[in-house]
């Protein structure tokens, strides 16, 4: 049976303003473009997901890959995930300094790894027996980045901001698809938090948290405050309210309510089952998203 393609694609949830609005829609636009081709040929929704989120870890605007947020001691550190709805089977790295493209990591430890999950040095290793370059980390930094945390440090103190709050960036990347064997998959990437403390690990790469793929449920990617996200193990619930019959909008929507009701998170995530149904939900001002059909190409900053 061929089942009809379909590519859901998020570029961040928190309060975008208006002179980067066009920023992300072209940046979530050209992950679609990346991960429609693949499955326009027939390809798998693992490597649509995963060049969908290449372009965006590439593209500046958002919190992953060069560009990123720089943690505390001024360095870019990027974790990222990958799950396979046909087999449960998934790859993460966290808190690597030298990938440009973690999500290609994590690719390399779903596919040719019997473990779910490397972190920091070893991920590294790990991607480079795998044939990936390792680069400098002062490639991944941009100025951009330089001065925001230097005027964030430079405030803290005085003012007491809030790193997690929805006016702070929060662009990590995600994908799902399903593809014309009826398989889902999800793929999520970020930079973490602004100023986070060395190490930190936040909800994007953990399983279940920022990413999770199943077939008989459904296939989540998350963005937002990380911590929040992981108490609640957010893209599991999610997927388990569409294994229990729900709709994926309804789910998404209720994923967000949950998120803000039992810990006050703020965030967004995108769904979509094998029968192709999908959810865009977030409780941020703006999420940017972009859905790729075989008859339709739809891209917003708010919910469906």
Same mark, same amino acid.
């Given at each position: 049976m061929s089942n009809n393609p379909i590519l859901l694609v998020h570029g961040g949830a928190w309060a975008i303003p208006g002179n980067m609005v066009e920023a992300h829609l072209n940046g979530v636009r050209n992950a679609i473009a990346a991960g429609w081709r693949v499955l326009e040929k027939g390809g798998t929704?693992?490597?649509a997901v995963e060049e969908a989120v290449v372009v965006m870890e590439d593209d500046e605007t958002f919190d992953a890959g060069?560009? $990123?947020? @720089?943690?505390r001691e001024g360095k870019v550190q990027l974790d990222a995930l990958m799950m396979d709805g046909a087999?449960?089977?998934?790859?993460?790295?966290?808190?690597?300094?030298?990938?440009?493209n973690p999500i290609r990591a994590a690719r390399k430890v779903l596919s040719e790894s019997p473990h779910v999950y490397f972190v920091g040095e070893g991920a590294e290793r790990f991607a480079q027996e795998q044939g990936l370059p390792l680069c400098e980390n002062k490639e991944l930094?941009?100025?951009?980045?330089?001065?925001r945390l230097r005027a964030f440090?430079?405030?803290?103190?005085?003012?007491?901001?809030?790193?997690?709050?929805?006016?702070?960036?929060h662009d990590t990347v995600g994908a799902v698809a399903l593809d014309t064997?009826?398989?889902?998959?999800a793929a999520t990437s970020t930079g973490g938090t602004l100023n986070k403390a060395p190490g930190r690990l936040g909800d $994007?790469? @953990?399983?279940?948290c920022g990413c999770y793929a199943d077939n008989q449920s459904a296939a989540a990617s998350t963005t937002g405050w990380g911590e929040p996200i992981m108490k609640l193990v957010l893209a599991k619930w999610a997927t388990d309210r569409v294994a229990s019959g729900n709709l994926p909008q309804w789910?998404?929507?209720?994923?967000?309510?949950y998120l803000k009701d039992r810990v006050n998170g703020h965030g967004g995530i995108i769904l979509l089952d094998s029968q192709g149904r999908t959810g865009i939900a977030h409780n941020t001002p703006r999420m940017a998203w972009a859905l790729r059909t075989s008859d339709r190409l739809d891209c917003g900053l708010e919910s469906k």
């Open positions: 929704a693992l490597d060069r560009g $990123s947020f @720089l943690n087999t449960l089977r998934a790859g993460g790295v966290g808190c690597v300094e030298h990938i440009a930094v941009i100025p951009r980045e330089v001065e440090q430079s405030n803290a103190s005085k003012d007491n901001q809030d790193t997690f709050a929805p006016t702070i960036s064997s009826g398989n889902i998959a $994007s790469s @953990l399983i279940g789910a998404a929507a209720e994923a967000m309510n």
